[in-house]
């Protein structure tokens, strides 16, 4: 059985994440919008360094329809190379700060998978969600410290590291290898007095272009644990590789693929490209709305 009794105690669904005072609203799928803050990401690196560029794109996000924005200070590109604590935090903080103090009311996702700058960054703007792309096993306390600070916590799947996710992943079945992943994190992630989680299968994050597409055609899979679920399809090679492109040009595959994604039942679509996302959410809404 997939599902655990610890786990199933997130069994009645939110159809909002709460979040400080505030909460986000899940009746209809969201757009998070990515801010890569680092010199080294696959598609965007180094273009937001700049508080005047960065603030510009945030704020295109939001007049384009954007719920929240993730914003990350290290890259996660298969083959990243590692940064330390100090250097994650001098670009993290002045990008939330400034962020913050210029959208007081946008919701703000901090890409990390340190305790530690998750808690600096609380103690500089308020309650975020952490989105940890190891699942916490690149810190032993991200249980414990998400579950004392009372935040969401989105946890993403990934085998291995950024360093050696893509040199030869394996599995028997990807959606139940990732199923049985989720329900003992789960499981942990209660005990650690998390009461608020959103699963992340990790597109890309130690996986082959078979098990990526797997994954997205079999997606409605991960509604049996009864917890909204982040995709994030925006650009990836599993895109740009199919169609023989380069990630500049992979904006068509990726809406296509976002509306796959909404139509197996993702609840928060994580891109590069808003306006895009939205048009998708907007369309996949009207044909639910069809449904008698």
């Not at 079945?173 to 005990?191: G, I």
């Amino acid at each position: 059985m997939l599902i655990t009794q610890s786990a199933g105690k997130f069994l009645k669904r939110k159809s909002f994440i709460p979040l400080g005072d505030s909460q986000i609203d899940l009746s209809i799928p969201v757009v998070m919008g990515i801010v890569n803050v680092t010199p080294d990401s696959f598609y965007d690196g180094g273009k937001m360094e700049d508080e005047t560029v960065l603030l510009r794109a945030v704020e295109k996000m939001v007049e384009e329809g954007v719920t929240l924005v993730d914003v990350g200070a290290v890259s996660s590109r298969p083959g990243a190379g590692s940064i330390s604590t100090k250097i994650e935090l001098s670009r993290l903080l002045p990008a939330v700060q400034a962020i913050r103090k210029n959208f007081p009311e946008l919701p703000v996702s901090v890409d990390t998978f340190r305790s530690w700058v998750a808690v600096r960054v609380i103690d500089e703007i308020g309650p975020i969600i952490v989105n940890d792309i190891s699942g916490g096993s690149l810190d032993s306390l991200m249980f414990e410290t998400v579950g004392k600070l009372g935040v969401p916590y989105i946890l993403s799947h990934i085998q291995g590291t950024p360093q050696t996710m893509q040199e030869d992943p394996q599995y028997d079945d990807v959606v139940r290898d990732v199923a049985s992943y989720f329900s003992d994190k789960v499981k942990k992630l209660t005990r650690a007095g998390v009461k608020d989680v959103i699963l992340d299968p990790g597109f890309g994050f130690g996986k082959t272009l078979d098990h990526n597409y797997e994954l997205l055609n079999r997606l409605d899979a991960f509604k049996v644990f009864q917890l909204p679920v982040m995709v994030g399809l925006s650009r990836k090679s599993m895109i740009w590789k199919a169609l023989d492109l380069k990630p500049e040009s992979a904006l068509n595959g990726t809406s296509v693929a976002n509306t796959m994604a909404l139509l197996g039942g993702a609840d928060i679509l994580r891109v590069h490209d808003v306006k895009e996302a939205i048009e998708a959410v907007k369309i996949f809404c009207e044909i639910k709305a069809s449904i008698k």
